[in-house]
């Protein structure tokens, strides 16, 4: 089935935020397909990027996320959500399943005295919160190329997962992008491997040593290469190649980690 389109500019059509817009105005955002449909990722350079586990507190709080948020709130990992943010904490009480049995879910919400647009998925560790920035619509050329590349990746024989670049412990670093190959290699719909983390392909037999020298490279920002023993949904066992590296964004920073996976025979002992 072919993934549809425009769902990131379509959010944008939705975006016209009001100061004077209420918790009960506000609320879910339909989207244009389900999200085993779509060609989108979770989320772009430019957005913002919260944790909260299953108790409620906030175990992860990006930079981008503090700017989005503005000085209205004091966010920090530690906090508990319905004291810092209720609206956002009721919403994930409200969500939990829809997120979990079918995939992420576009709100918008109350924020002191702005409205944002959030992103609601489901973490190794609880719930994970995208705060969305404004998306280029007005740039045509801009969409059509960022449509070209994730067609590309698409069509690219080998499986292509795509994380974010921190955080780099558990419930890290969270899968943004996966393409066709890459869910038949593992098994798994798009749905159920966006927001969690590689660790999902790990079981009993994989080698400890191997997700050291992975977790260094991460730690160092440094290219890793290895065959290691990975699981799919079904429990099987297969080898595969992985290939990861580090991408940055046009100011120098690492915004993502871009893994290229082809499955292997067993290797030698």
Sequence with gaps: MERCRGSDQQLARNKEPQAWMTLSEAGSIPPCCPWDEREDFLLLPGDGLLLVDGAGVITYFDHRSRELIGRQLCCRSGDGLAV???ELAEALEEHSITVSDAGPV???????????????????????????????????????????????????????????????????PLIVYANRAAIRQ?????????GRSPRLF????????????????????????????????????????????????LDGWYTYWVSVQREIEAPLV
């Design 186 to 194: 593992n098994g798994y719909r798009l749905s159920e491997l966006l």
């Design 106 to 172: 576009d709100l918008q919400l109350a924020c002191a005295e702005q409205i944002l647009l959030v992103r609601l998925f489901r973490s190794d560790r609880g719930i994970g919160i995208v705060l969305l920035a404004d998306r280029p619509t007005a740039s045509k050329l801009w969409d059509q190329q960022r449509l070209m590349h994730q067609r590309i990746l698409e069509y690219v024989r080998d499986a292509v997962i795509v994380t974010t670049a921190e955080p780099v412990e558990s419930p890290g």
């Design 84 to 86: 810092i943010w209720p």
């Design 202 to 249: 790990q079981g009993p037999e994989t080698d400890r040593l191997a997700l050291q020298t992975f977790r260094d490279g991460l730690r160092h920002w440094q290219p890793v290469r290895q065959a290691v023993l990975n699981y799919r949904k079904d429990g099987s066992r297969f080898w595969v190649d992985i290939d990861i590296a580090p991408l940055e964004d």
